[in-house]
């Protein structure tokens, strides 16, 4: 079974508004997670790390201050996309390495989150 | 700049061929390489391989590393249509444990 956990599944939203997407480990205590965004045809693009209890670490190009994360407990990560525009469209996904399972660089990723923006 | 290139992007075959898909790399500070089965939504995890020349082996799946020549294949014989599917490369990153994918193979497989 599943896991990581995220939600929303789908979400549609007028252009403006912000977002919020949940990421969840569901049995185990997940200190660094990662969000991921892929694009139509496009692989996966690293956005940040989010660490628990810290800042989160940005990939270049990706705006601090319009994807925000939060990781503020060992088990939920969020996402909030700020100001949402019709480019901001896209599949976002989060992923968390299960502890004790570091040597085999297993990440589990959560279903994704398609958000459409109109 | 970190590069993860696979090929073919797209492959249409049908069942019962031998597939073969590439994976080559140019990263910093390589620590190992993860390939992924993307079907409608999440990345499923299929072999992690940290050795050069080491089999790593599930049922019909195979992948080898070949960390000199900086590549990876991922092999699937006697295909099924239920390996339809985007097949994802990616090196990890030591240090950041950071995965940069590529940009995966379309594999169709038809009846």
């Known amino acids: 079974g599943a896991v990581v956990s995220q939600h929303p599944s789908w979400v549609i939203c007028k252009s403006g508004t912000s977002v919020k997407i949940e990421c969840r480990s569901l049995?185990?205590?997940?200190?660094?997670m990662f969000w991921y965004r892929q694009f139509p045809k496009q692989s996966l693009m690293l956005m940040a790390t989010?660490?628990?209890?810290?800042?989160?670490?940005?990939e270049q190009g990706v705006e601090k201050d319009k994807f925000l994360i939060n990781h503020a407990s060992l088990t939920l990560s969020t996402l909030t996309v700020t100001s949402a525009h019709p480019e901001d469209s896209s599949f976002y996904i989060c992923?968390?390495?299960?502890?004790?399972?570091?040597?085999?660089?297993?990440?589990?990723f959560g279903e994704g989150s398609r958000l459409t923006v109109l | 700049e970190d590069k993860v290139v696979q090929s073919p992007l797209s492959l249409v075959v049908h069942e019962g061929d031998t597939v073969t898909l590439n994976c080559s790399y140019e990263?910093?500070?390589?620590?190992?390489l993860l390939w992924y089965k993307q079907e409608k939504k999440a990345p499923t995890f299929l072999f992690m391989l940290?050795?050069?020349?080491i089999e790593k082996k599930s049922g019909r799946l195979s992948s080898i590393l070949d960390k000199k020549e900086l590549f990876s294949i991922l092999n699937i014989t006697a295909t099924q249509t239920g390996d339809s599917a985007i097949y994802l490369c990616?090196?990890?990153?030591?240090?950041?444990?950071?995965?940069?994918f590529g940009k995966g193979t379309k594999l169709t497989v038809n009846p």
């Open positions: 049995d185990f205590q997940a200190t660094t």
């Open positions: 940290t050795s050069s020349g």
């Open positions: 990263v910093t500070n390589f620590r190992s």
């Open positions: 989010s660490n628990e209890g810290s800042k989160a670490t940005y």
């Open positions: 990616a090196p990890i990153l030591g240090g950041s444990e950071k995965l940069v």
């Open positions: 992923s968390a390495r299960r502890p004790g399972l570091q040597s085999t660089g297993e990440l589990f």
